[in-house]
Structures are given as C-alpha cells and as structure tokens.
C-alpha cells in the first residue's frame, strides 16, 4: 500500500506503523470527510467484536470494518489519534540516559507528532499544562491510572487485551492516552469456538504464563493467560516508561525459538527473585516516598507467580492514584527518618498503654495533692481515725481501678495489634487480602474506649469515695465532699480527654495507613471519618469545659491549695491547645487520605479544594 493510493472509501495520506499481521495509516474516509486510522490486514480478528463494546476515554474507538474480496483485505477504520504512540515517548526518554525529565518530554513528543501529521498544535490546554508541570514519577503514575481504567472496562466485559505495551498506546493531542490494538484479545463471552482465547502479544512484554503456553501445550502450562497477564504487561510497560529501559532483557542470540522462550522466562524468574529481595528490605531503602511506592507497586505488578500480583486494575489504578498525592504517600509509605518512621516502628502496646495509664497517673497525683491541700489535712486533724481509713480505702479504690484499668486497655488494644500483625505479615509474604472489617473498626474506636476507661473509672471513684466516707464519717460537710466530687471530675475529664486524641491522632495517622496499604480499599472510609470527626468535636468541647472547672474551683479553694489549682488550669489549657491541634491533624489526614480510600463514586474536585497541607 502506498501513499496516494485508494481503498473504496478511503485515502490513505501517511503510514503510522506496520506490525508482523497488519499495517496502520493515516487515512481520510472521503463520505465522511474526517480523518481516521485505517488498519490493513490479511486476516478477520476479534477486535471490531471487542472493541466495538466499549465508548471509553481511555480506548480509542472503533468506528466499523469492511471486507475486500479484491485484494482480499481487511479493513478497520478507527478514531485517529495524532499525538503519536508512548513509544516515541519512550524513544526520547531512553536517549537522555539518566538526566531527570518532567512532563515536558510527554508534551514535546506529542506535538512532534501533531507536526509530523500536519495537525495544530494546542494553544491553550488546562490538561496538557498540568502534564507538562508534573514531575516524571508522578507522570508515570498517571499514565499508570488511565491504562488501568481501560482494562478494568476491558476485564469487566471479559476481554483480556494480551498484547499491552507501548506501541499499542495512543496519545492524543491533550497527551490522553488511549490502548488499542486488541486483534490478540482473549473474549470470555465469544458465541463461537473459532473467535475464543487465542495466544499472541510481543515477546519483550509477555508474562511468564503467555511463555508457558507458548513453550507448553495449553493443558500442561501452568497458569492460562488471563487478566493478571495484562497488569504484567502493564508493569512492564510503566517500568521502561519510568527509566527508558525495560527491567529485564538478556545479551545474545538464542539459537531456537524454543530457546528464546526459555531465556526469556529464565530472566523474568531470575528478575521476581531479586524483587523479592529487595522489597524484604524496602524498610531500609531511602529516598522520596513517592518513587518508593511507585516501585513497591510496579513490583507487584510482576510478580512471577500471578496469585502474587495486585489482584485487578481497579486495584491498580487505587495504588496508582497514591502516586499523585504525596502527602498520602507519606502516610503509607513513611521516611523511616523521619518523626512518622519513628512512629510506625513504635509497640501498639507501649503507645496504647503510654497514652491511656500515663494522663490516668497524671491526674491521680493532681487529684491527691489538690484534695490533701483543700480538704484531706483539715480532716485528718479534726476526726480521729479518718487518715488510716483513707488510706486503706484509697489502697484499696487504686489497687481494683489500675489493675482494671490495665486489663481494659490490654482487652480493646489487643485486636488492634492483631490487625496490625496481619497486616504486616500480608504485606511483607506479598499476600493479597482485604483489610479486615473488625481490625479497622477496632484500630479507630480506641481512642473512644481509652476515654471511657478514664471517665468510668473516676466517675467511679467521685461516687465511691464520698459515699464512703460520709458512711463511715458523718463529720464530713458538704463543702468537702462537693470539692471532692468536683476535683475527681477534673480528673476524670482529663483522664478521658487527652487520651482520646492522643490515641485517634496515631490510630489515623500511623495505623490506619498500615492496616489497609496492601489494597487502599475502604469502603467505609468516608463514615468512620466522620464518625472520628463528630467523637472529636464532642471530646473537643469537653476538653474546653475541664479549664472551666477548675476555674470554679479555684475560687472555692483553700489558700494552700490555689497554687495547685493554678497549675492544673494552666495544664488543662495548655491541654486544650493540644487537643485542638489534633482534632486539626485529625481533619487533614481525613482530608489527604480521602481521594485514596473513597471507592465508589466520589467528587476528586471537592478535594482538590481542601487544605491538604502537609502535616510533617
């Protein structure tokens, strides 16, 4: 075919690409008057059938087939793309060597190709401004996320695509990219025998289970090719358009095609077992969060053994969208120097029971010195006995509430660390599963449980003690005992306040990320968000009524006790600032983490719209 020459109602002007069964050109459908892609072949696939379902961004479309009789021909004509293919992309990226490029190089390689087919380029493009302003890890990743959409359409219709690397992706002019080329497609819902899976791809891109079958006949290979095989060739595919080179290739020239074959599964074995190795020490790797997420997740994508890879496109695209937001990389992925690395590597146990018993002890010593001051010496001089009984019923009130106390914290904390373990262990033998349902619930609910354990437990002890001691000593006024109720409020909104946001800011920001980084799926995110939200806002309010408190008691005092007094409102204030600050923290972790967890459909522009500031 040349240019100039004529097939019925075409024009063909420029060739595009030729391939081992077909040739593409740059042709005008004249009843039309538009351009189109006229591709050429000898033989009738599967792809006018696969492609013709879909009307999806990221798939180029097909507008309809003819046969010749003569020449025999086939002929598919489809939207023309001009921005050339990510190969030219690729071509450039692998001359500059290791010279670190943007998202200029995409948009420069797309309007050499407007050139080379005499289209305009854009003059104004909010999308090719904001490719052209992106670092080129994050590029990748958005490339990453629009070809995991086309074949999570492809897979969710029962199309396999089986050929996917560069050549088979279309830019257009905005530098969207769209696949094609699905002639070796694999269609689960095929009516006939004759149009069923069939096998082919490029051999540079295929996965170990497209070799097998090649090598082995289809009964005796060990995986059949299906839509694992596609993240892997996708894998392959983002990893040369990261670095320009693919991540395994061998030196020398086979001497069979069998032999070819098995160096080529070899080298992919040989590549997933040097992987596999270095993801077992990631914890030691440094550099910026987002690359080493990149990497972790490409990575999965080829695995050798595909029950090992991430377990759809869906899946994929989630991990991807990671990429874009750095702030939320972080979170799952944190610098093990920094304050959020030192954190994660922290015992649940130590964190859980630091946070909870050490403000519980705080206000215990508070509540002593204060009562002593105001009440207790007064007493103890004025009725006989009442010091020894106070202290044997103080020994004994102490000895059931911190022992149960301690029991409390060990009993709500316990499937946290669980969940945590499971977690960790999932991600480090690479095995796919969902976060757990209850670990989730139980990891953000704790800080609302260490809250109860401090108010229940003091609420307690204001009832027990006057109600005692009015039994045992009727000398004992009114005044006294409202003190000592009142000063074992104090204590108890202390003790239930500021372990709360202590607990909910670290459950969100260090383990939530770990609980559910091996998937990034939540589909309850937003509602225990909100949830954490509206449980902050009402412990916020009570944060703010415990200075309050003390104020009024400070006024009813006695004067060895003012001082007391005096450095329990400043501390409670001081406390109040902490707590808003983590209620902040709180809210802008909810809002970085939510373009991430939300499934389902979701507004992306509300969150662009949200202070995402970093929160290091």
Not at 162 to 180: C, F, I, R, W
Not at 344 to 349: E, H, I, L, N, V
Not at 359 to 376: E, K, M, S
Not at 382 to 392: E, T
Request: charged share 20%; glycine share 6%.
């Amino acid at each position: 075919m040349s240019i100039g020459d004529r097939l019925e109602d075409f024009h063909i002007l420029q060739t595009l690409g030729r391939g081992a069964f077909a040739s593409v050109y740059l042709a005008r459908q004249s009843s039309m008057n538009r351009l189109v892609a006229l591709k050429v072949s000898h033989r009738k696939g599967d792809e006018p059938r696969a492609l013709a379902q879909f009307d999806h961004p990221n798939i180029v479309r097909v507008y309809d087939e003819r046969l010749l009789e003569s020449p025999p021909l086939h002929l598919l004509y489809m939207q023309f793309l001009p921005g050339g293919t990510l190969a030219d992309v690729i071509n450039r990226r692998r001359h500059l060597g290791n010279v670190e490029v943007d998202g200029q190089l995409l948009i420069d390689a797309i309007d050499h190709a407007l050139l080379r087919t005499a289209q305009v380029v854009p003059e104004q493009s909010l999308q090719r401004d904001t490719l052209r302003n992106m670092t080129w890890p994050t590029l990748v990743a958005w490339m990453g996320i629009q070809l995991a959409r086309a074949l999570d359409a492809a897979h969710a219709r029962g199309i396999q695509h089986q050929d996917v690397k560069p050549a088979n992706v279309l830019l257009s002019a905005e530098g969207t990219p769209k696949l094609v080329d699905f002639n070796v497609s694999s269609i689960d819902n095929a009516d006939d025998t004759d149009s069923g899976r069939q096998l082919g791809g490029s051999i540079a891109y295929m996965s170990p289970e497209q070799l097998q079958c090649l090598l082995n006949s289809s009964d005796t290979a060990p995986h059949r090719p299906d839509k694992a095989t596609d993240l892997y060739c996708l894998g392959v595919l983002l990893t040369e358009f990261w670095t320009g080179e693919r991540p395994f290739k061998h030196a020398g020239i086979a001497d069979s095609w069998e032999e070819t074959l098995t160096l080529q599964l070899e080298i992919r074995k040989d590549f997933n077992i040097a992987s596999s190795s270095s993801h077992q020490s990631s914890s030691s790797v440094t550099g910026k969060a987002l690359e080493r997420l990149l990497s972790g997740v490409i990575q999965e994508t080829l695995a050798f053994d595909p029950a090992r890879r991430i377990g759809s496109a869906a899946e994929l695209e989630r991990r991807l969208v990671l990429a874009l937001h750095p702030d939320a990389a972080v979170l799952f992925d944190p610098d093990p120097n920094s304050w959020l690395g030192w954190a994660a590597r922290q015992s649940p146990w130590l964190v859980a029971g630091t946070l909870i018993l050490v403000p519980n002890a705080i206000a215990g010593v508070y509540g002593y010195l204060y009562n002593y001051r105001d009440t207790l010496s007064d007493l103890f001089l004025r009725i006989d006995g009442l010091q020894g009984f106070f202290r044997s019923l103080a020994t004994t009130v102490n000895c059931i509430a911190f022992p149960l106390a301690f029991v409390l914290v060990i009993l709500f904390t316990r499937r946290v660390v669980q969940g945590l373990q499971t977690a960790d262990a999932a991600s480090q033998l690479q095995i796919r599963q969902a976060p757990n349902r209850a670990d989730l619930d139980a990891t953000l609910s704790l800080a609302h449980r260490a809250a109860f354990i401090g108010a229940g437990l003091w609420c307690l002890a204001a009832f027990v003690y006057p109600v005692v001691l009015v039994v045992q000593f009727d000398q004992i006024t009114r005044r006294e005992i409202g003190h000592f109720v009142l000063s074992h409020m104090i204590c108890g909104g202390v003790a239930a306040t500021y372990p709360f946001f202590g607990i909910a800011a670290y459950a969100l920001v260090i383990w939530y990320p770990r609980l559910v980084r091996h998937r990034l799926s939540d589909p309850e995110f937003e509602n225990r968000i909100q949830t954490l939200i509206k449980r902050c806002e009402r412990f916020l309010f009570l944060a703010s009524i415990v200075p309050l408190l003390g104020a009024a008691l400070l006024l009813a005092s006695n004067e060895d006790a003012k001082d007391v007094m005096l450095v329990a409102i400043i501390a409670s204030a001081l406390g109040l600032f902490a707590a808003f600050s983590a209620y902040r923290m709180i809210v802008r972790v909810g809002n970085i983490l939510a373009p991430v967890m939300r499934t389902g459909t979701f507004e992306r522009e509300a969150f662009l719209s949200t202070n995402s500031s970093s929160i290091l």
